[in-house]
Nanobody, 131 residues
């Protein structure tokens, strides 16, 4: 059974940093495309960053240059390093796994806002950035 467990959220001041982790289990981690998403109250879920099994990545324009997605296949863990945080980054952050699409399709779809292939989701970790 696929399980994704996020951690690392918290409250920081504007300009601060956080590193989110997503521990995966129940499948061959390195074979899936992985993504981070976020949802703020009253807003739609949006893609933040994704990384495919070939190492290709995609970032939302709003986080480019500030966030970095990475993974440690030996630890079955996905990371999101967030720096220069802004109040508008406040949201619940989720990691998800895409079993449907393979390179280059997953990143291509993700960059266009198509997330239908992500069919495994974690429970989320809250990030709050104060000004």
């Amino acid at each position: 059974q696929v399980q994704l467990v996020e951690s690392g959220g918290g409250s920081v001041q504007s300009g601060g940093s956080l590193r989110l982790s997503c521990a995966a289990s129940g499948y061959t981690y390195r074979s899936y495309c992985m993504g981070w998403f976020r949802q703020a109250p009253g807003k739609e879920r949006e893609g933040v960053a994704a990384i495919d099994s070939d190492g290709s990545t995609s970032y939302a324009e709003s986080v480019k240059g500030r966030f970095t997605i990475s993974q440690d296949n030996a630890k079955n863990t996905l990371y999101l390093q967030m720096t220069s945080l802004k109040p508008e980054d406040t949201a619940m952050y989720y990691c998800a796994a895409d079993r449907t699409f393979h390179p280059p399709a997953c990143i291509a779809y993700y960059s266009r806002g198509y997330y239908s292939g992500f069919n495994y989701w974690g429970q989320g970790t809250q990030v709050a950035v104060s000004s």
